[in-house]
């Protein structure tokens, strides 16, 4: 089976893990967690960044810190994993899921319609002009790796006082290209930005996360809850309800190992993605999806659309087809608002969302997909055209 997208270890990962073995440097503080954090906000640009267990902590981090409080509302993309969503839930407050753009993240014109539609300014900020619910924070998630459509989104978010958050799970490596952000990385520019170093990722950790600010204040507070809210670490005494969310040094290791081969691993999904897109084109009712010409986007993973009309074959079939002959592929993530614990929440005209869902499959894209895997997966999706 070709697989979708797994990790790539055949660089300084045995080195660095035998060093902490080796030392007894295993936990969470340790010399690989310092070293991780700086070469991420280095390459990031993000002023600070803070080691965590995952991106999934890492984002309920960021909403804590950017003020969201039990009964706020937080604007998010219905077409996305469901971690973001959660991590809104998880801080007692209420999703509210907007549409996407043409490249799956959400669209800047749905945020501003329906701040300017269904919202008004109060002295307690922007609310919700039906359930007076406040709108504390947006979460742009770069879908794919894919760069949000950003800059229209920040002055939508500081005119109202929102907080905005950047997930930038998927994005390791993304940077914009254009206009005002040129040269700034996705997850360095909001309030908060996330990354995470889940297997399927452009680099691992098996499993980790990073928060990025640009607040020295804001950095030292996310250290201080993610390590229980330690205000006397000697005596134990905690003023604060904390979490034991730190990364573990034998995971920073594996990090900053990882961390070494970046731009190997983008420009090997980047060309993936060029290929896939040079070798199916021609091919009726289907297209490799666009990735957005503002940004340099790191490919994590190329998706294809299918119109099943012409291509003779939907997105199911597709999916099986593919399966028969070797290749894992996958269909989006189930749209959020559709999704069994969010289906009460506001959901404002995501119709774009279902019918890119609908259509789209996401093809084999790890780091160390060889020629020979992709000409069979690009024969695999030809051959689906003959049937
Ligand atoms: C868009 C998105 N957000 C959040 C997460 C959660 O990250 P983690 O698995 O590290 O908790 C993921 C991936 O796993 C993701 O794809």
Known sequence: MIPLSIPEISGNEWAYVKECLDTGWVSSAGPFVNR?????????GAGHAVAV???TAGLQLALILAGVRPGDA???????FIAPINAVRYVGAEPVFLDCDDYYNMAPEALLRFLDDACVTRVNGCVMKDSGRRIAAVIAVHVFGNAVDLEPMLSTCRER???LVEDATESLGTRYSTGALAGRHTGSIGDFGVLSFNGNKVITTGGGGMLLTSDPAAAAKARYLSTQAKDDPIRYVHDEVGYNWRLTNVQAAIGVAQLERLDEFVAARRRHHARYGELLAGVSGLEVAPVPPWAFNNCWLTAVRIDASRFGMDREQTMAHLQTKGVESRPLWHPNHLQRPYRDCVAWNVGRSVSLWEQT???????GLTDEQLGKVVTALRDARGL
């Not at 499959?361 to 780091?367: G, R, T």
């Open 53 to 55: 267990v995952n991106g």
């Open 74 to 80: 937080v604007l998010v993309p219905s077409l996305t």
């Open 361 to 367: 499959l996401n093809i084999p894209s790890s780091a």
């Open 36 to 44: 991780f954090e700086q070469e991420i906000a280095h390459r990031t």
């Open 161 to 163: 006082s929102i907080a």
